[in-house]
C-alpha cells in the first residue's frame, strides 16, 4: 500500500508541475516554408487562391477522403470558409477560413479546430515572381496552443512534424502546377495565321483542331 501511495504521490507531483511549466511555456508556434514553381505568379495565384483546391495538394486536407466537408460563401473571396468533420483523430474537426488577399501577392487565413482539442492558427500564402515564368510560394503558419495543452510542446516538436506536413503540401503544388503546365504546352501545335504584316507562324491552334 506503501509504494502505491508513493505513485500516487509522484503522479500528482509531475502533473502539478507540467501544469506550472504550462503557465510560463509560449502558447505560440510559428514556422515557414517554401518552394519555386515554373510558372507564372498569376497562374499560381490564380489556382491557390480557391480554397477547395487545397484537397488536391494540403496533406492534412488529403489525409480522410471520407471526411465530412461542408462550404460557405463564394470560394476565392473573402469569407468563404471550408469546414471538415473527420472520423480519424489526428485530423479531427474545425473550419478555415479566408481573411484577407491581396491580388497576386498573399492570401491570408484563419483555421480554427475543435476537435481533438480547440486551438486557432492563423496562416498565409505569399507569392514572389522570380521571373517571368517562375514563382516562390511561401507557406507560414502562426499557432495558438491554449493552457494546458501548450505543454505538449515539451514533446512535440511543430517545427519538424507540422514543418514536414507543410513543405510535402508544396512539393504536391509545384508538382501540380509544373505537371498541368506541361500538359497545356504539348497541346499546342505550331501552324500559319494571316496577319496584316503577312503570314506568321504561331502557336495558338490547340491540338485536334486542323489546319
Same mark, same amino acid.
Given at each position: 500500500?506503501?509504494?502505491?501511495?508513493?505513485?500516487?504521490?509522484?503522479?500528482?507531483?509531475?502533473? @502539478?508541475?507540467?501544469?506550472? *511549466?504550462?503557465?510560463?511555456?509560449?502558447?505560440?508556434?510559428?514556422?515557414?516554408?517554401?518552394?519555386?514553381?515554373?510558372?507564372?505568379?498569376?497562374?499560381?495565384?490564380?489556382?491557390?487562391?480557391?480554397?477547395?483546391?487545397?484537397?488536391?495538394?494540403?496533406?492534412?486536407?488529403?489525409?480522410?477522403?471520407?471526411?465530412?466537408?461542408?462550404?460557405?460563401?463564394?470560394?476565392?473571396? *473573402?469569407?468563404?470558409?471550408? @469546414?471538415?468533420?473527420? $472520423?480519424?483523430?489526428?485530423?479531427?474537426?474545425?473550419? /478555415?477560413?479566408?481573411?484577407?488577399?491581396?491580388?497576386?501577392?498573399?492570401?491570408?487565413?484563419?483555421?480554427?479546430?475543435?476537435?481533438?482539442?480547440?486551438?486557432?492558427?492563423?496562416? @498565409?500564402?505569399?507569392?514572389?515572381?522570380?521571373?517571368?515564368?517562375?514563382?516562390? *510560394?511561401?507557406?507560414?503558419?502562426?499557432?495558438?496552443?491554449?493552457?494546458?495543452?501548450?505543454?505538449?510542446?515539451?514533446?512535440?516538436?511543430?517545427?519538424?512534424?507540422?514543418?514536414?506536413?507543410? /513543405?510535402?503540401?508544396?512539393?504536391?503544388?509545384?508538382?501540380?502546377? $509544373?505537371?498541368?503546365?506541361?500538359?497545356?504546352?504539348?497541346?499546342?501545335?505550331?501552324?500559319? /495565321?494571316?496577319? $496584316?504584316?503577312?503570314?506568321?507562324?504561331? /502557336?495558338?491552334?490547340?491540338?485536334?483542331?486542323?489546319?
Amino acid at each position: 500500500m506503501k509504494i502505491l501511495k508513493y505513485i500516487v504521490i509522484i503522479i500528482g507531483v509531475l502533473i @502539478a508541475a507540467l501544469l506550472i *511549466v504550462g503557465l510560463i511555456l509560449p502558447k505560440e508556434y510559428k514556422l515557414s516554408r517554401e518552394v519555386t514553381i515554373k510558372r507564372n505568379n498569376t497562374d499560381v495565384y490564380n489556382y491557390v487562391k480557391y480554397l477547395k483546391n487545397q484537397s488536391h495538394y494540403n496533406v492534412w486536407a488529403m489525409m480522410d477522403p471520407n471526411q465530412i466537408t461542408t462550404y460557405t460563401g463564394e470560394d476565392g473571396q *473573402v469569407g468563404f470558409t471550408s @469546414a471538415w468533420k473527420s $472520423e480519424i483523430d489526428s485530423v479531427g474537426a474545425g473550419a /478555415q477560413t479566408i481573411v484577407a488577399m491581396n491580388e497576386g501577392t498573399s492570401i491570408d487565413y484563419e483555421i480554427i479546430f475543435t476537435e481533438p482539442f480547440e486551438s486557432t492558427m492563423q496562416t @498565409a500564402m505569399l507569392f514572389e515572381p522570380v521571373d517571368g515564368s517562375s514563382t516562390k *510560394v511561401t507557406w507560414n503558419f502562426r499557432g495558438d496552443m491554449n493552457y494546458p495543452f501548450n505543454v505538449m510542446l515539451l514533446v512535440y516538436d511543430m517545427e519538424k512534424s507540422l514543418g514536414k506536413d507543410l /513543405q510535402q503540401g508544396l512539393n504536391n503544388l509545384k508538382e501540380l502546377m $509544373e505537371k498541368e503546365s506541361a500538359s497545356s504546352s504539348a497541346k499546342k501545335l505550331p501552324h500559319w /495565321q494571316w496577319s $496584316e504584316d503577312g503570314w506568321r507562324w504561331t /502557336q495558338v491552334r490547340l491540338k485536334g483542331e486542323g489546319c
